[in-house]
């Protein structure tokens, strides 16, 4: 975790080895070390600098994800710092608790990036954040948790090229926090776990191996209204969510574990008798609502996914850095129709991302959302068929990328630009 000193956070993107595999070098990228990055931990109105500096071998861009800020500091293909440029981002934290991440974006080279390493965590903090009694001690009882999967070849390399789909690279091998088999041992109490898909393509379902439920407490970009009890959760590539599990009233004795939906150990804990907190957490975390207002606006902006692979489009054309699809008003809010329109296979599912801003999901096919995304989102997934709504305020001005956030149908064109003026 590292924290703005005199109002600065040094970041670095760097080249290395990492050993993933014990014994072997695996050749990989990361921010302030080889592999991933750090957590920045940011609070509510405070002015910060994020120093950034590229120490690779190649153009990367720093991209946060998530962080309302204004366009030229978002990090975007435009963006771009040459080998061994330093750039500062100024900026005012200007929105709630959360748990962001940033990564890089430089065109045509975004998801070979962040497959080889560049990714880490932004956390922002609040008032409120601090008043509702959650589980706040990092690597006691709130952890994070960053799930990638990978391709390793016989040297145990990542070799991206050679791995590389269209639709969406995937691997065999699941990392976690980059971290291969890892294991978590927590205390009999209430934990915070904060979950991020950072994979380029693959979607996770997570659930409890003794069916036990846990509460979501967060979406991508705030607190939900209250704990919301759920036996699973679905990510796809960009979400996160932030869920509570409470290991007090769990055996140590068995083995408790969080799976997928084919039933496969993702992440074993261990429970340690330990002193532990006890505290109850709020059961009012948040202030959220789409305003009777927001339901009645019309659609101003249509946005419609279409095709696989190489020909994936949004409204018919692939992205143009030198084209601005839309244009809006900031701090208007404007309700934007994501429409996934499927194809002759069926299609697949899209997850859909603004960049600068969270919005509300003010309909999935006409109907409500559900209780857990009744929150501040900057990643929905649209399935093939699905029609979106969402109410999109943008608070800053500047060029922002709209995409979908697997990230080779990102780097086939599936992506576009509005501009707030
Ligand atoms: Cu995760 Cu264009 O971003
Ligand atoms: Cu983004
Ligand atoms: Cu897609």
Redesign the pocket.
């Known amino acids: 975790i590292i924290e703005p000193k005199n109002g600065i956070v040094d970041i670095t993107a760097q080249q290395g080895t990492t050993e993933i595999f014990k014994g072997t070098k695996t050749e990989s990228y990361g921010y302030n070390g080889s592999f991933l990055g750090p957590i920045i931990r940011i609070h509510k109105d405070q002015t910060v600098t994020f120093r950034t500096k590229n120490d690779l071998s190649e153009p990367t861009t720093f ?1 946060w ?2 962080l309302e800020i204004p366009g030229n500091g978002d990090g ?1 293909p435009h963006q771009v710092l040459e080998p061994g440029v330093t750039e500062d981002v100024n900026f005012t934290v200007n929105q709630g608790a959360s748990t962001l ?1 940033f ?1 890089p ?1 430089p065109e045509g080279a ?1 998801a070979e990036q962040v497959y080889k390493g560049l990714a880490g965590l932004i956390y922002i903090d609040d008032e409120n954040s601090q008043k509702i009694n959650l589980p706040n001690e990092y690597g006691v009882n709130d952890f994070p948790l960053v799930f990638q999967d990978r391709q390793f070849n016989e040297e145990k390399q990542l070799n991206y090229q050679a791995v590389l789909n269209e639709d969406g690279t995937i691997g065999d091998t699941l990392l976690i926090n980059g971290t291969l088999n890892p294991k978590l041992t927590v205390g009999k109490e209430k934990v915070r776990l904060r979950l991020l898909n950072g994979s380029n393509a693959r979607n996770y379902t997570f659930k409890l191996n003794n069916g036990a439920t846990f509460q979501q407490i967060a979406t991508d970009g705030g607190f939900l209204n209250q704990p919301t009890d759920m036996n699973e959760i679905t990510l796809t590539p ?1 979400e996160r969510a932030e869920v509570i599990v409470d290991f007090s009233k769990m055996d140590d004795k068995t083995d408790i574990a969080l799976i997928n939906e084919e039933g496969i150990t993702l992440l074993p804990f261990k429970i340690e008798q330990k002193a532990a907190s006890t505290s109850n957490i709020a059961q009012k975390l948040n202030d959220f609502g789409v305003t009777e207002e927001e339901k009645n606006l019309p659609v101003t902006k249509k946005l419609e996914l279409f095709g696989m692979g190489t020909m994936v489009s949004i409204n018919g054309s692939q992205f143009d850095m030198n084209r601005i699809d839309f244009t809006q008003k900031q701090g208007d809010t404007e309700i934007w129709e994501i429409y996934n329109k499927p194809d002759m296979m069926g299609g697949m599912t899209h997850p859909f ?1 603004i ?1 600068g801003t969270q919005f509300k999901i003010v309909s999935i096919d006409g109907k409500e959302p559900p209780l857990n995304l009744k929150g501040w989102k ?2 929905v997934s649209v399935e093939a068929g699905q029609t979106i709504k969402l109410a999109v305020k943008f608070n800053n001005k500047g060029i922002y ?3 979908c ?1 697997v990230l080779e149908h ?1 780097e086939n064109g599936m ?1 576009g630009q509005v501009e707030v003026k």
Do not use: L, S
């Open positions: 991209h994800h998530g975007g991440w990564h974006h975004t960009g991302h960049h900057d990643t990328m709209f995409h956030h990102e992506m």
